[in-house]
């Protein structure tokens, strides 16, 4: 499966978008880009995801590079709910298993 | 609808024991995976079943078991727990073996 790369951390200010960036430069053509976030000591929460096409849902929006090496995850209006770990994931068709990562501390502030 | 369900929520063993856990799926979904998450570090894939049948492994030793029932619901088996077994044990399931899967509250194992 192809590997992402996420910084560590970031901070976000209450009210403002908060675009959180992945690397997936070993992408396959038939791995999925999908994103989940998991709130402190709850179970991982599905957000978004895609193949090729920009996708948008009422929590929020993937923009996928025309060479599907990167994608951005953008949380419209950040609130102090959406203090969490985010995890980019690459997921192979045809294959159920998610390769999760260290994911991206995102702490929302006031 | 109810969303996946996971039991217990918490269990503390000992070295030695075995442990049992439990997970309810989505109605409609017949796909189950378990996860371990240890602390700090993401989900690391366990089993997946779908539709009764063992469908995919990973890398845990063979203390590790699972089955899934007629009604979809499965289990996670640990024999002769280690304390690194400690950990989050995440459930998640989906309509297929293929679609996005959602992910239970989980079972948080302390093992002493």
């Known amino acids: 499966d192809a590997k992402t790369t996420q910084p560590p951390s970031m901070d976000c200010a209450e009210g403002r978008a908060a675009n959180l960036p992945c690397n997936h430069s070993?992408?396959?053509?038939?791995?999925?880009v999908y994103w989940y976030r998991q709130i402190h000591s709850q179970g991982p929460q599905y957000i978004i995801h895609?193949?090729?096409n920009n996708e948008t849902n009422e929590m929020a929006s993937l923009i996928i590079t025309e060479d599907r090496k990167s994608s951005t995850l953008i949380l419209p209006h950040a609130t102090l709910r959406d203090t969490a770990v985010y995890y980019c994931?690459?997921?192979?068709?045809?294959?159920?298993?998610?390769?999760f990562g260290k994911g991206n501390q995102v702490v929302v502030i006031p | 609808d109810a969303g996946v369900t996971q039991s217990p929520t918490h269990l503390i063993k000992t070295r030695g024991q075995h442990v049992t856990l439990r997970c309810s799926p989505i109605?409609?979904?017949?796909?189950v995976s378990w996860y371990q998450q240890v602390l700090g570090q993401g989900p690391q894939f366990i089993f997946q079943?779908?539709?009764?049948?063992?469908?995919g492994r990973g890398n845990f030793p063979d203390r590790f078991s699972a089955r899934q029932f007629p009604n979809y619901s499965s289990e996670l088996n640990v024999n002769a727990l280690l304390l690194g077994d400690s950990a989050l044990y995440l459930c998640?399931?989906?309509?297929?073996?293929?679609?996005?899967?959602?992910f239970g509250p989980g079972t948080r194992l302390l093992v002493l």
């Open positions: 998640a399931t989906s309509r297929q073996g293929e679609e996005t899967q959602y």
């Open positions: 070993t992408i396959s053509g038939n791995e999925y």
């Open positions: 895609g193949l090729k």
């Open positions: 994931i690459v997921r192979v068709d045809g294959n159920n298993r998610l390769a």
């Open positions: 109605s409609g979904h017949k796909s």
């Open positions: 079943y779908y539709e009764k049948e063992e469908r």
